[in-house]
């Protein structure tokens, strides 16, 4: 469902984009007319990533780390619990790191974790063991909750500039030689959509995601027409 109604958004954006062109076209020129089709279908995307930020509020930069769940087999599915709030390894404040880095930063020795649960701070110990690929694994899935704000500055900001954000995070994870590109695909949607959503939320998340993709391909075809004519 999610996906048809991007895909709607999509179509509606296109239909936006051919009229504005089509009108201009019949004043101006082409040279006129493919600039003007092009701001007004990324002032469309601007706006919309504006409605969907004042909706769902923007990150403020600063996270919470918290237990999503426990492996068997490790020191920490009975040392740790789902809901957990990782405050600190080794004393030193998490923040925005990342828990897989000091772990292994620690080189196999016990690391003792600072949490809280339901209000109550704790030190507990963890030993490692070593996983797949030579890292160490403490056994439990990391979550981490950015802490969100609700800015209409702030949201203008992202807003005017996610049309071009976006584009520049796709051509990067496209770049050859990067083992781990998905172009946006699958693997990236499902780690970035991982926690339930409405489903209009995860529909204006895949609009966003391509729409600026569509804006790109919408004026090399139009290029491509007025050359032709």
Do not use: C
Request: proline share 4%; aromatic share 8%; hydrophobic share 50%.
């Amino acid at each position: 469902m999610a996906w048809l109604l991007g895909v709607v958004g999509l179509a509606s954006l296109a239909v936006l984009h051919e009229m504005v062109r089509l009108l201009a076209a019949k004043r101006w020129r082409h040279a006129v007319a493919i600039p003007i089709a092009a701001v007004v279908h990324y002032l469309a995307i601007a706006a919309l990533g504006f409605a969907f930020a004042m909706t769902h509020g923007t990150r403020t930069g600063e996270s919470t780390t918290v237990v999503a769940r426990v492996a068997s087999g490790f020191d920490a599915e009975t040392k740790l619990r789902p809901g957990d709030r990782v405050l600190a390894i080794d004393h030193v404040e998490l923040g925005n790191d990342s828990v897989n880095t000091r772990v292994n930063a620690a080189g196999g020795r016990a690391v003792v974790f600072t949490i809280d649960r339901d209000g109550s701070i704790r030190d507990v110990e963890l030993q490692p063991k070593i996983g797949e690929g030579g890292r160490w694994l403490v056994g439990f899935f990391p979550r981490r909750l950015w802490t969100i704000r609700r800015d209409p500055v702030q949201a203008a900001q992202a807003a005017i500039t996610l049309p071009a954000v976006t584009l520049w995070e796709l051509a990067k994870e496209a770049l050859p030689g990067d083992e781990h590109a998905d172009f946006g695909g699958p693997t990236r949607i499902a780690e970035e959509v991982w926690e339930p959503q409405p489903v209009w939320w995860v529909a204006v998340f895949l609009l966003l995601r391509f729409a600026s993709l569509a804006l790109v391909i919408h004026l090399v075809v139009d290029v491509i027409r007025a050359r032709r004519s």
